[in-house]
């Protein structure tokens, strides 16, 4: 088994094509294939002391999800079941697609209810990025005048994604012990 887990929610697709992206710049002996939360177990996810989590934040600021109107289930009903889960040891990136000109007002909030629930259980969550190039008027995922993972905008700011990818996976390189 790979050391990093690469898990994401989606309702477009966006997420996964980022998820895509991320697991082309690694091996399989360091990371797994991305797998959408709606075809794995608790069990896949926990058994990764290194973990990348993906999310779209939809509507008014929500997780995907059936009542988010997506087709299929996503984060919102798999997140519930990692909230009695031991987090302890483990290290997790979260990364968050949004609209901030669409969504001003909840740009990439989804991040935010992961974050919450994997601290809460114990995990240290790295990757904190600079809200510096982005225009929205507030987030939940700004925490100490940071995003707490890396907020991207395919809508608007798609020239931007692969080197605010490469910029962000270089600085949680030392937490989940890689050479890049």
């Keep these: ?11 477009t697709g966006k997420t996964r094509k980022v998820a895509k992206m991320i697991k082309k ?6 990371m797994d294939k ?16 290194y973990l990348i989590f993906g999310t779209p934040t939809l509507g008014e600021g929500e997780l995907p999800g059936l009542s988010a109107e ?10 519930p079941q990692l909230e009695d889960q031991d987090f302890s040891g483990k290290t997790v990136a979260i ?14 909030d989804a991040m935010k209810e992961i974050y919450d629930v994997v601290t809460e259980q114990g995990a240290k969550v790295v990757g904190a990025w600079p809200t510096e190039g982005y225009e929205f008027e507030h987030s939940e995922a700004v925490v100490d005048n940071q995003f707490i ?9 798609a020239n931007l994604t692969e080197e605010r990818l490469n910029r962000w996976l270089k600085s949680i390189a030392a937490d989940f012990d890689l050479n890049l």
């Design 1 to 11: 088994m790979a050391r990093i887990g690469l898990f994401f929610g989606t309702d």
């Design 25 to 30: 710049l690694f091996d399989d002996d360091t």
């Design 34 to 49: 991305p797998v959408n939360v709606n075809r794995c177990s608790v069990e896949e996810v926990m058994a990764y002391d």
């Design 70 to 79: 997506c087709e299929n289930e996503s984060w919102e009903e798999f997140l």
């Design 95 to 108: 990364f968050g697609l949004g609209d901030q000109v669409g969504y001003p007002q909840e740009y990439v």
């Design 149 to 157: 993972g890396l907020a991207l905008d395919l809508d608007n700011q």
